[in-house]
């Protein structure tokens, strides 16, 4: 029950014990893990379907970009919206079921146009899963243990997007099965997915909104000017009631309008975004290419970069984050944008390596450092907000972070993919992700720009 819908004397609910934490954890994981496989699984299968239907790299990065993102990130505002006023477990179990079954239909596609409106769809499903789950984690988790949990969850975006690669090309290849082929990964994902939604639905609580937060003096003032208390009232209890009001869209821009910190960061990851994204999309078609690999082999090689890359640089940011943003909150800026710089000339060396052993090897480290920020970035941003506004302020950064980094990063990559063509024949995608590699360098000083205000902007 939310505070939110709690009478006045009503009695406090019993708080969640550290098992039932670790459950809620697991479960967010796991349909975070489904929204990158159904998401990143077209990356793989990019190569099956180019031959199958004919198409080029501006047609498959208008299928992994635009068709995906344009609903994905506007819906997430409303949606948003909706979730800090209502059941949030809700929202994600009829999320869960809308992407999945629509990443299944994706496999009944005859042309690129088919294709592309299921795409919508898997991202119309998908623009309710990311601000509820945000906020949950937040309502579960204390605030000096938050970067540590939103880290483990943002492991679904490596283990996820690993196990859709690796998975789609066993069935796609015939691994599994002779007589199946890239429609057929699609369905056998989505169906999945669907199956996973009643599961998730009956095992979680909506826990008490704010409940884990020290109450701020501003929300106290705020309460005690709009309902003095009466006498025996405690001001804390009233200023928690206070802050379970419902705000709207422009109560929550009126308040990230004082935090500069909020939109560097949120420049800052969408600059991250769109060469992270595009290089999730264009990876597989690029080693294939480059490396004369087959589909098999070539989810396993990238398949092998997303999860150990991309699994350490998440653990490792969120650590970081938690154990030096408890002496400076500078740290859950400066920390990832050292790396974002590290990463830079670490991606352009990767892109020309010789063979595919070394390519693997230097792309582990710039995919560890480029996914490092999730953790302590997405902890900030519960931070500069109050708790009754943290879902519709996530949703107002990923509605900018993934325009930019799946809409336009993907399309973009693609595009220049595509114009270096005549000159670079099938090696033009090496030169577009070298050359989308300095997103990264742009991304670092954006968030040390955002270092220089996060600790005035920060909610106490």
């Known amino acids: 029950m939310s505070a939110a819908s709690q009478s006045p004397g009503a009695a406090e609910p019993a708080p969640p014990t550290a098992r039932y934490r670790a459950w809620v954890l697991f479960m967010l994981f796991i349909v975070y893990a489904f929204n990158f496989l159904d998401r990143q699984i077209i990356s ?14 501006r047609q498959l990065g208008l299928l992994g970009g635009i068709a995906f993102a344009a609903l994905y990130s506007t819906l997430g505002v409303p949606i948003a919206w909706l979730a800090d006023r209502s059941n949030r477990t809700w929202i994600i179990t009829a999320s869960l079921t809308v992407w999945s079954g629509f990443t299944a239909v994706c496999g ?43 880290a483990i969850y943002s492991l679904g975006i490596p283990i996820g997007s690993a196990f859709g690669v690796v998975a789609g090309a066993q069935i796609a290849g015939g691994a599994i099965g002779e007589d199946l082929d890239w429609r057929a990964a699609f369905i056998i994902v989505g169906l999945a997915g669907v199956l996973i939604a009643p599961i998730f639905k009956l095992t979680m609580r909506e826990p008490k909104r704010g409940g884990l937060d020290p109450v701020s003096e501003r929300e106290k003032a705020a309460a005690i000017a709009k309902h003095p208390p009466q006498q025996g009232e405690g001001l804390a209890g009233k200023a928690i009631e206070e802050a379970a009001t419902k705000p709207g869209v422009l109560d929550v821009l009126r308040i990230l309008a004082t935090k500069p910190s909020f939109w560097f960061l949120t420049l800052g990851a969408s600059c991250s975004s769109m060469m992270g994204y595009g290089v999730f999309f264009w990876m597989p078609s690029f080693i294939s290419r480059t490396y004369e690999l087959g589909i098999i082999d070539t989810g396993w090689v990238f398949g092998t970069v997303l999860f150990f890359g991309g699994s350490l640089g998440i653990l490792l940011g ?31 060396l990767g892109t020309f390596a010789p063979t595919p052993l070394i390519a693997v090897l230097l792309f582990l480290i710039p995919t560890a450092l480029g996914l490092s920020w999730l953790g302590p970035v997405l902890s900030a941003f519960q931070h500069l907000a109050p708790a009754n506004m ?12 993934n325009l930019l980094g799946i809409g336009v990063g993907v399309y973009v990559l693609g595009e220049l993919s595509t114009l270096l063509t005549p000159a670079f024949g099938e090696q033009s995608l090496r030169y577009s992700i070298a050359i989308g590699a300095s997103l ?9 720009l955002a270092s220089r205000t996060i600790e005035r902007d920060w909610e106490r």
């Open 390 to 401: 943290r879902s519709m302020a996530s949703a107002i950064f990923l509605l900018i972070n």
């Open 44 to 57: 793989i299968l990019a190569i099956p379907i180019r031959e199958d239907l004919g198409l080029d790299d």
């Open 108 to 150: 009944l596609a005859q042309n690129f146009w088919q294709l592309f409106a299921a795409r919508v769809g898997v991202g119309v499903g998908e623009a309710g899963g990311v601000a509820p789950s945000y906020s949950l984690i937040a309502d579960y988790f204390p605030p000096d243990a938050r970067a540590r949990a939103l």
């Open 318 to 348: 969120g650590l970081l984050g938690d154990k030096l943003g408890k002496a400076k909150k500078t740290a859950y800026a400066i920390v990832p944008a050292l790396a974002f710089i590290a990463a830079f000339p670490l991606y352009v």
């Open 440 to 448: 990264y360098f742009v991304a670092g000083i954006l968030f040390l």
